[in-house]
């Protein structure tokens, strides 16, 4: 009616189309900046991060426990000798 409909339905196309426009850019953009700083968390992770520290700890770890176990000061026969001799004083040792 009076060639009024042609303005707003440009308006909105030209609006519509700008602000299609922005968010392609914007998301494009979201999605490289994501993608670098998830390149960055997963090296830094693995590369200096966490899991070299849990390896360490657990070498670490292991040295300790070596380090921990009886030596074996007795030689075998010392060792039988001794375990027969209490079990002749401990009536209760069958």
């Not at 700008?18 to 090296?43: A, C, D, H, P, Q």
């Amino acid at each position: 009616m009076f060639g009024l409909a042609s303005w707003p339905v440009g308006r909105y196309y030209r609006l519509a189309e700008r602000f299609y426009e922005g968010n392609k850019r914007l998301s494009i953009r979201k999605g490289r900046i994501s993608k670098v700083l998830s390149i960055f968390g997963t090296l830094g992770y693995y590369a200096v991060g966490l899991n070299p520290l849990l390896c360490f700890t657990a070498l670490y770890a292991e040295m300790r426990l070596q380090s921990l176990k009886p030596r074996r000061s007795r030689s075998q026969r010392e060792t039988y000798l001794w375990r027969h001799t209490i079990q002749l004083d401990n009536p209760f040792c069958m």
